[in-house]
């Protein structure tokens, strides 16, 4: 035994692994964690702003909720529809689930605190969101049913159009920072003007994560009064429960990423040096959940778009606007030499 | 870091070209702001683009010059063969503009896309590596089959899109796979570069077979390009499925630049395997002929003729490639030039054919033309006593350099060839004439009054009765031009 | 170690993925698999140091190509079962004309040689792969040296676009356009009347 703890595999390959493994596993249980009580969050919340109450019954506060909803969803029979394309059927939930995991591989929560710090982290991330509409393509598509097909088409069109805006946003962003490794991106030197200027961009980014994840106001797959649940619906149970672990997962993902290109990430907000005695990752969290809150906030607060407003604003609006903004930006930095 | 300094000088060759760019960048803009369609405004403004990119053509140093790191090369033969691509351009639009209001498709973007068609045409002549190569070939392409196909309602328009678009999509597979050969052998994608490596090479008599199957590659992309037999089962379909404007333009220019590139290429980089490369030239230019001469013949649709008419006359055009000397390119040259100008005063009068409002294209809708439309018979005349190479007129000239510089090469059978097919080819040129002056007319063609249209058939028609008169001026052009292909060989 | 076998791994599965897109009966399997392809050979960019080029694989190819390859998979509800009936006719000289290709490409690989020159012609302009990241020396080179490359392939991109807009565009009549801006200016007097109605007297 001895033996084996001093040999090379062990040194090179078993430790270094299961401490990755260790990580990850960290990792996947915190994002769960946080995604479980995501849902009760944002139940908690609409409530207070329409004026009731939200879970109170199981738990103190209602707080075993999303437990006991997870137990009923785990116990319930899953349903595969007899005309469904089986295997594709199952692999949908499951890669939107996945790819919301494995997006945190890059996330750095505090200097230095990231599974793995690769150079081309913003482009890691900006694919593996791209990749997300096949998640809801294949659903649509497996589960042989025509409600379901709209769904993920309107799905899978709002994410590719609303992508090409936030592409640009992130471009206009890689542009004051010079480099595409988040932990650069969050520690880069940026003058306040150069904030200002981003102040927009920011804009523009959250409006496109609302419909890059399916929120409201665009929740136009689900739209549950014409397609009665959208993409899911033929879903049940287990397979169900990936869905909606997908959706709050990758909600959590995308406001990582506003932090990250936009807040600031671990830093204290603002820049107040005074603040700095609270660790990084508190600040993380915080950020995150003010921008969770936004998500939670419009739901509340406005109404579901057409489908042709969506189009509209994705296209007509917001990719001529940030295109023209990078443009801005790159003459700004570029007349001030104030490129990186 | 080495961040090389961005210098503005070097845009100064490339000028035409980015003049012409951003013009069709302009004029896209322009006309999407137009209310109704625009063509007309369009139209007009891209032609003077055109005539503003040949004035700075003409003004450019005929000095070899290559900027962009050695990417763009732009010395006499450019200049030469861009002129010319711009000049049928212009012909092609003027050509075209009442043609696209009478058949209802006056889109603005038809003017556009021609412009960029001659971008990627003038960067395809001035490319002095295979990646400019490349792409000014797929701009040239892509434009040509948006073109081919832009009366999406018509079924043969569409058909003719698509199959010009599938074939062209595998030659241009095949250009790239040759690219990759040759890049695989030398290591570089520079024209300078490979033919400084393939004449060491063949200095030492080592040169790899890889290289010469990737130009072998290269060569049969181009030739599905310049459509010569055996790479030439598009042709007739998408000439007779295009809107015959978009068949003139297909016949009088792309051509002329695909032509340009592959003397670039045979008498540039490749100029050490000439051996090798003359035997695929000797090839199809043989059999461009003579499918060229024979197929024609049966054929009743008149653009299908001209498609045939195109094949065989490119076949006359590799002749003087084949020749392999300064005076074969200067003679392939010209020859081009003439065609060109002798296909655009055809074109003209295949677009008046019109009866009772509908565009016809029958060989036998021309009969009794010379009663009705006695002056477009005679021009036509002219026009194919000229194709079929009957002296005094131009086309005879352009076939006489060609064989002039075929046989002091030695290529004796391919002239004999050469010969023969011409004969045959003259026949349908002068069974035109025979259906115009002495067959019945079962009913008149329209009379309309194209002042544009006229105009550029009464420059043809003076420039191939006139050229007897002045040879010199155009032969001595072209042999500039060629000589600074061919430096060695002057 | 650990970089062969994610190797053989990814080529593994590269390999077997892109004979299921040509052998899959489904069409939308094939564009599924074609997605593995892509991923996998994403996968070997990796391992050969060109991370930039394997992100952009994937955000190019996975996010935005293949997904309208699948979009028009799906709507289209092609047979291909029935459209391969008609290949098995020219199948045989298909097959000759491949096998021939195959025979003279093996014989051009066995007899292949380099140029004793290419050392010197492939000096590479960038600087070495350990000094700089790939990213930063693909965009060093790709906007200096190449740069009249870059914005050709720029107009082909435009071509391309314009050519989708001619070939499918087309404009309908009696479409109602939404007029945002009349909608924003309207204003609550435009639509609505305030009176004031005393009881019992009726509107």
């Given at each position: ?19 990755m ?45 999303p ?70 393509i294949?659903?649509?598509?497996a ?20 992508e ?21 991106v ?5 003058p ?18 609302l ?18 649940g ?51 990752i ?59 | ?47 003077a ?52 209001v ?21 960067i ?36 003719a ?121 000797w090839?199809?230019s ?26 065989g ?8 490639i ?34 009772n ?26 026009l ?18 060609v064989f ?34 002495f067959?019945?007319?079962e009913?008149p ?16 028609i ?29 | ?16 993925s ?21 991923f996998?050979?994403a996968?070997?960019?990796v ?7 394997a ?55 066995g ?28 965009g ?39 007029k ?24």
């Amino acid at each position: 035994m001895q033996e084996f703890f001093n040999s090379l595999f062990w040194t090179d390959y078993g430790l270094p692994g299961l401490i990755m493994v260790g990580q990850i596993g960290a990792m996947i249980g915190v994002v769960v964690f946080a995604v479980a009580y995501l849902t009760y969050a944002e139940r908690k919340v609409l409530g207070a702003m329409q004026r009731r109450q939200g879970p109170m019954t199981v738990g103190p506060f209602g707080l075993l909720q999303p437990i006991a909803d997870g137990v009923k969803l785990l116990s319930k029979e899953t349903i595969i529809p007899s005309q469904a394309n089986k295997p594709i059927f199952i692999l949908a939930p499951i890669m939107l689930f996945t790819l919301a995991l494995v997006a945190w591989a890059v996330i750095p929560v505090n200097y230095k605190w990231v599974i793995a710090d690769i150079n081309v982290g913003v482009l890691y991330l900006f694919a593996i969101s791209s990749m997300g509409v096949y998640g809801i393509i294949m659903a649509g598509w497996a589960s042989n049913s025509k409600y379901a097909f709209l769904g993920a088409m309107r799905s899978a069109s709002q994410m590719v159009s609303y992508e090409v805006s936030m592409g640009l946003v992130i471009v206009t962003v890689l542009l004051c920072v010079g480099s595409l490794n988040l932990t650069d991106v969050v520690m880069a030197d940026r003058p306040f003007w150069v904030q200002i200027m981003l102040l927009p961009m920011l804009v523009v980014f959250l409006v496109s994560i609302l419909a890059e994840t399916n929120r409201a106001p665009f929740d136009l797959p689900e739209g549950e009064s014409e397609l009665s649940g959208g993409f899911m619906v033929e879903y049940s149970a287990m397979t169900y429960a990936l869905f909606f672990l997908g959706e709050y997962a990758n909600m959590i993902l995308m406001s990582a990423m506003t932090t990250i290109l936009f807040l600031g990430g671990w830093l204290p907000p603002f820049g107040i040096e005074a603040l700095a005695f609270v660790p990084g990752i508190i600040w993380f969290v915080l950020k995150i959940c003010a921008v969770l809150f936004f998500f939670i906030w419009t739901r509340a607060t406005f109404p579901r778009y057409r489908y042709d407003q969506l189009m509209r604003l994705g296209w007509k609006v917001f990719l001529p606007f940030s295109l023209l903004w990078v443009v801005v930006v790159a003459g700004v930095l570029l007349t001030f030499d104030a490129l990186p | 870091m080495t961040a090389a300094v961005w210098n503005w000088s070097e845009i100064i060759p490339a000028l035409p070209e980015v003049f012409l760019a951003v013009s069709a960048m302009v004029l896209l803009v322009l006309g999407a702001c137009q209310k109704n369609g625009g063509l007309k405004l369009i139209g007009t403004l891209s032609v003077a683009a055109l005539a503003v990119a040949m004035v700075l053509t003409l003004k450019a140093d005929w000095t070899p010059v290559t900027v962009f790191s050695g990417q763009f090369l732009s010395d006499g033969f450019s200049s030469y063969m861009k002129i010319l691509v711009l000049g049928g351009l212009i012909a092609t639009i003027m050509l075209s503009m009442r043609y696209l209001v009478q058949e209802n498709m006056g889109r603005f973007e038809y003017p556009v896309l021609i412009l960029l068609a001659g971008v990627g045409m003038m960067i395809m002549l001035s490319a002095n590596s295979f990646l400019s190569l490349y792409v000014g070939l797929e701009l040239q392409s892509l434009s040509l089959y948006v073109l081919a196909a832009i009366r999406r309602d018509d079924a043969k328009s569409s058909e003719a899109g698509l199959k010009y678009f599938v074939l062209g999509a595998l030659a241009s597979g095949m250009l790239l796979f040759g690219i990759s050969l040759v890049y695989g052998y030398v290591g570089a994608v520079g024209f300078d570069a490979v033919a400084d490596t393939l004449a060491a090479a063949t200095a030492e008599g080592t040169v790899a077979p890889g290289a010469i199957i990737g130009m072998v590659f290269i060569l049969v992309a181009i030739a599905f390009k310049v459509s010569a037999v055996p790479f030439h089962m598009w042709t007739p379909d998408v000439y007779e499925g295009a809107p015959t404007s978009v068949t003139a333009l297909f016949a009088i220019v792309p051509k002329v630049a695909a032509i340009g590139l592959l003397m670039r290429l045979l008498f540039d980089p490749f100029v050490s395997l000439m051996p090798d490369w003359q035997q695929v030239v000797w090839f199809l230019s043989a059999a461009s002929m003579a499918w060229g001469g024979f197929a024609g013949i049966v054929q009743g649709n008149i653009k299908r003729l001209f498609a045939y008419s195109s094949i065989g006359n490119i076949g006359f055009a590799l002749v003087g490639i084949v020749a392999g000397t300064a005076d074969g390119v200067a003679a392939s040259i010209l020859y081009m030039t003439i065609y060109m100008i002798m296909t655009a005063g055809t074109f003209g009068i295949i677009m008046m054919m019109r009866r009772n409002g509908v565009a016809v294209e029958r060989i036998t809708d021309l009969a009794g033309l010379s009663k009705t439309h006695p002056a477009c018979a005679y021009a036509m005349t002219a026009l194919m006593f000229s194709m079929s190479g009957i002296p005094p007129l131009a086309g005879f000239f352009g076939k006489l350099v060609v064989f002039q510089a075929l046989i002091a090469s030695g290529f004796y059978v391919l002239a004999v060839l050469g010969l023969v097919s011409s004969v045959v080819a003259a026949y349908y040129y002068l069974r035109i004439i025979k259906v115009m002056f002495f067959d019945e007319a079962e009913a008149p063609l329209d009379r309309e009054s194209a002042p544009m249209r006229t105009l550029v058939l009464t420059l043809s028609i003076i420039f191939i009765a006139g050229f007897v008169l002045v040879p010199e001026t155009l032969m001595h052009t072209s042999q500039e031009a060629a000589a600074v292909l061919l430096p060695a060989n002057d | 170690m650990l970089e062969t076998i994610a190797f053989y791994l990814f080529a593994t599965v590269l390999t077997l993925s892109a004979l299921r897109v040509i052998t899959a009966r489904n069409p939308v399997h094939s564009v599924l698999f074609l997605i593995l392809a892509f991923f996998n050979a994403a996968g070997l960019f990796v391992l050969l140091g060109a991370e930039f080029v394997a992100m952009i694989l994937v955000i190019v190819y996975v996010g935005a190509v293949a997904v309208l390859f699948l979009f028009v998979v799906m709507m289209l509800d092609i047979n291909f079962v029935e459209m391969r009936k008609g290949a098995t006719r020219y199948m045989p000289l298909g097959v000759l004309l491949g096998g021939v290709l195959l025979t003279e490409l093996t014989m051009l690989f066995g007899a292949w040689k380099f140029s004793p020159q290419i050392a010197q012609n492939a000096a590479s302009p960038t600087p070495a792969i350990d000094s700089v990241e790939n990213t930063h020396a693909i965009g060093a080179i790709l906007y200096t040296d190449y740069v009249f490359i870059f914005q050709v392939s720029g107009l082909v991109l435009l071509v391309a676009m314009i050519g989708a807009i001619v070939l499918t565009h087309r404009v309908r009549a009696g479409v109602r356009h939404q007029k945002v801006s009349d909608q924003v200016n309207r204003k609550i007097s435009d639509s609505m009347d305030i009176q004031s109605i005393k009881p019992g007297s009726g509107a």
